[in-house]
T-cell receptor
Framework: ETGVTQTPRHLVMGMTNKKSLKCEQH?????MYWYKQSAKKPLELMFV???????ENNSVPSRFSPECPNSSHLFLHLHTLQPEDSALYLC????????????????FGNGTRLTVT | QKEVEQNSGPLSVPEGAIASLNCTYS??????FFWYRQYSGKSPELIMF????GDKEDGRFTAQLNKASQYVSLLIRDSQPSDSATYLC??????????FGKGTKLSVKP
């Protein structure tokens, strides 16, 4: 149990589907993140939310739409995805949005393995 | 130049040996450096962080930082088969973003 729970664990969707990924953290953290992990590529930061406010959007296509209703929940809404969007999507949380502090490492969920057909 | 570079491996060491994992970074303003371990099919988990030049030891793990050379390393002493995983180096950029390397795959042979 990592303290960060992601659902579903696996998702297969067609290019015309709409689906959502869910993340919930039970650690009392203030910041939540979406990362994308593709084969043979580094982890890519997609979105950052700090106290429910989006503070970062790393040029992510609009077919990915994040939502953070409170500091414990984070969603990633997906629509009209492309096959190249197939990847492991990781949610993470941290205590302090200043990631340079020693009390704010990232805690990752187990990820959602997404396949776009 | 890639922001955080790691040799993808695989790095193969015998059980009981020292495994040495290396990482270089491009942003001289980087302040914080992290090592994450990721087992196949699992999420990354933090194993070490270091902020100051020099060595930091935690059990069998030692992180080494040389900011002048923009180099950070992780040593694993008395390597065990259970240490076999991909090790991700992560660096906080000067503006605060955490950037990951591609990771080095370590294989510890019994």
């Amino acid at each position: 149990e990592t303290g960060v729970t992601q659902t579903p664990r696996h998702l297969v969707m067609g290019m015309t589907n709409k689906k959502s990924l869910k993340c919930e953290q039970h650690l009392g953290h203030n910041a939540m993140y979406w990362y994308k992990q593709s084969a043979k590529k580094p982890l890519e930061l997609m979105f950052v939310y700090n106290f429910k406010e989006q503070t970062e959007n790393n040029s992510v296509p609009s077919r990915f739409s994040p939502e953070c209703p409170n500091s414990s929940h984070l969603f990633l809404h997906l629509h009209t995805l492309q096959p190249e969007d197939s990847a492991l999507y990781l949610c993470a949380s941290s205590q302090d949005p200043d990631r340079g502090r020693d009390n704010s490492p990232l805690h990752f969920g187990n990820g959602t393995r997404l396949t776009v057909t | 130049q890639k922001e955080v570079e790691q040799n993808s491996g695989p790095l193969s060491v015998p059980e009981g040996a020292i495994a040495s994992l290396n990482c270089t970074y491009s942003d001289r303003g980087s302040q914080s450096f992290f090592w994450y371990r990721q087992y196949s099919g699992k999420s990354p988990e933090l194993i070490m962080f270091i902020y100051s030049n020099g060595d930091k030891e935690d059990g069998r793990f030692t992180a080494q930082l040389n900011k002048a050379s923009q180099y950070v390393s992780l040593l694993i002493r008395d390597s065990q088969p259970s240490d076999s995983a991909t090790y991700l180096c992560a660096v906080t950029r000067s503006q605060g973003n955490l950037i990951f390397g591609k990771g080095t795959k370590l294989s510890v042979k019994p």
